[in-house]
């Protein structure tokens, strides 16, 4: 039998048996970071359905949503629930220079990762300069 005291995981438990909600709220870590022209963000969602993750975007809001039902079979006793389950959801606020119509999203071994271009308007172009000279030097 496994055996664990933390007084703190008790009573999380005991408020959700009580109150029936979760004390502490569901984690989806992520890391971003930008490369080249593009943003790219991983979140980690271990053991989710990949039907279950929900992507939306809505004004430059784009929200992560994933569910993972608890894994219990039918009369068993639950001993320790260290693993999360529920719903899990996420926000990131994006900025104008990115291109919202184009994110890309791929699932791999409990990884969501999602590329964000940035928008061809906002990349750094080079700007060519008229003076009379050359035009004097043309003709």
Same mark, same amino acid.
């Given at each position: 039998?496994?055996? +664990?005291?933390?007084?703190? /995981?008790?009573?999380? /438990?005991?408020? @959700? @048996?009580?109150?029936?909600?979760?004390?502490?709220? =569901?984690?989806? %870590?992520?890391? =971003?970071? #930008?490369?080249?022209?593009?943003?790219?963000?991983?979140?980690?969602? %271990?053991?989710?359905?990949?039907?279950?993750?929900?992507?939306?975007?809505?004004?430059?809001?784009?929200?992560?949503? &994933?569910? +993972?039902? #608890?894994? *219990? =079979?039918?009369? $068993?006793?639950?001993?320790?629930?260290?693993?999360?389950?529920?719903?899990?959801? +996420? @926000? !990131?606020? *994006?900025?104008?220079?990115?291109?919202?119509? $184009?994110? $890309?999203?791929?699932?791999? $071994?409990?990884? *969501?990762? !999602?590329?964000? %271009?940035?928008?061809? &308007? &906002?990349?750094?172009? +080079?700007?060519?300069?008229?003076?009379?000279?050359?035009?004097?030097?043309?003709?």
């Amino acid at each position: 039998m496994l055996m +664990r005291t933390d007084p703190f /995981r008790d009573l999380d /438990r005991l408020t @959700q @048996q009580v109150f029936g909600t979760v004390a502490r709220p =569901a984690a989806m %870590p992520m890391d =971003a970071y #930008r490369k080249g022209s593009d943003f790219y963000v991983h979140f980690d969602l %271990p053991g989710i359905d990949p039907d279950s993750i929900e992507l939306t975007v809505e004004q430059n809001v784009l929200t992560i949503r &994933a569910e +993972r039902p #608890r894994a *219990l =079979a039918d009369g $068993a006793e639950m001993i320790v629930s260290e693993r999360p389950s529920g719903s899990f959801s +996420r @926000q !990131l606020f *994006l900025g104008e220079t990115l291109d919202t119509e $184009a994110i $890309a999203a791929d699932y791999h $071994a409990g990884v *969501l990762t !999602l590329t964000i %271009p940035v928008r061809e &308007a &906002a990349k750094p172009r +080079r700007l060519s300069i008229a003076t009379k000279d050359r035009q004097l030097a043309s003709a």
